[in-house]
């Protein structure tokens, strides 16, 4: 991805409404920082097409947010564009890219090399866009030693000193589930302060070390929804949801149901006993049935 031109070769110069600008102190909000990539990849595709200017309502449209959204997130970045001209595309891929820490490199290390992790290695837009992949570690002896993308799978004993030698703060994990945990412990405790976790679990880290949890099942499952209710089908309310639930939940739904059931049948068997007595003229157990006779038929 092309960075663009420094700010002082913009016709929009870098302290342009700086009256305006928010305190750095204040930051920038965490919704706005997710939008971010989004803007910088539409303005992307316009430099690539040599587009000198847009508004901020065709960048919008192109980023899928609304346009008085657009303005004020890039409010916080100090560009408020030019009234009947627009955004300078140029300056804005600039912008966007040193607030994201995109105009440095980045080295970054892929724990567990299977296929997710070689699909990874292989992605072509981690150095088009500021990341270098450092190194690849596994600790499976089998995969220890091949090679994805170019690049040599270590095992996961060189993982702190690769850390430290190459100095790492980004790690991504593609592990299964049962050993993610571990892997982000390891990658914590060797100074990595960032993570991207694409194992289907929820990693546990210190404070002042950021996660980012990418779920593909998640999605999926999501996305399912909403085609159903596009399809104009309901769920089959007389399956429920335990139905289609694991084994083990099913198993435990069921015992709890038993108990259930049994305590059921005991307050039935108590009710009838009770009524059976008043019927006998003798009072029955508790709350508003303490009375000391019954009204004759």
């Not at 049994?262 to 009838?272: L, Q, V, W």
């Not at 006998?280 to 009204?295: C, F, I, R, T, Y």
């Amino acid at each position: 991805m092309a960075i663009g031109r420094s700010p002082q070769s913009s016709s929009q110069t870098p302290d342009q409404g700086a009256a305006r600008r928010p305190s750095r102190a204040r930051g920038i909000p965490e919704a706005t920082v997710a939008r971010l990539p989004l803007y910088l990849r539409a303005l992307t595709a316009l430099s690539e097409r040599s587009v000198p200017t847009v508004s901020s309502e065709e960048l919008a449209a192109a980023a899928g947010v609304n346009s008085a959204k657009l303005r004020k997130d890039f409010s916080y970045l100090g560009s408020y564009g030019t009234r009947g001209v627009g955004y300078d595309v140029e300056y804005l891929v600039y912008q966007i890219s040193r607030e994201l820490g995109l105009t440095q490199d980045w080295p970054v290390v892929i724990v567990g090399i299977g296929n997710l992790g070689h699909a990874l290695a292989n992605y072509g837009g981690f150095a088009s866009r500021g990341f270098r992949v450092a190194a690849l570690l596994d600790a499976d002896p089998n995969v220890v030693g091949s090679t994805a993308a170019g690049l040599p799978v270590r095992h996961m004993d060189e993982l702190e000193s690769i850390v430290e030698s190459q100095h790492v703060s980004i790690g991504v994990i593609t592990t299964p589930p049962g050993a993610a945990q571990q892997v982000c412990d390891r990658l914590v405790e060797a100074g990595v302060t960032s993570i991207l976790n694409f194992a289907p679990t929820v990693l546990t880290v210190p404070d002042g070390v950021d996660v980012r949890k990418v779920d593909l099942s998640i999605e999926l499952q999501i996305l399912a929804f909403h085609e159903q209710r596009k399809a104009g089908e309901e769920p089959d309310r007389t399956e429920s949801v335990l139905d289609r639930a694991p084994g083990p939940v099913r198993a435990a739904a069921a015992k709890l149901r038993r108990a259930a059931a049994g305590s059921g049948k005991a307050r039935a068997e108590t009710t009838a006993k009770d009524q059976a007595e008043q019927v006998k003229g003798k009072p029955a157990k508790g709350g508003e049935g303490d009375l000391s006779a019954v009204m004759p038929a």
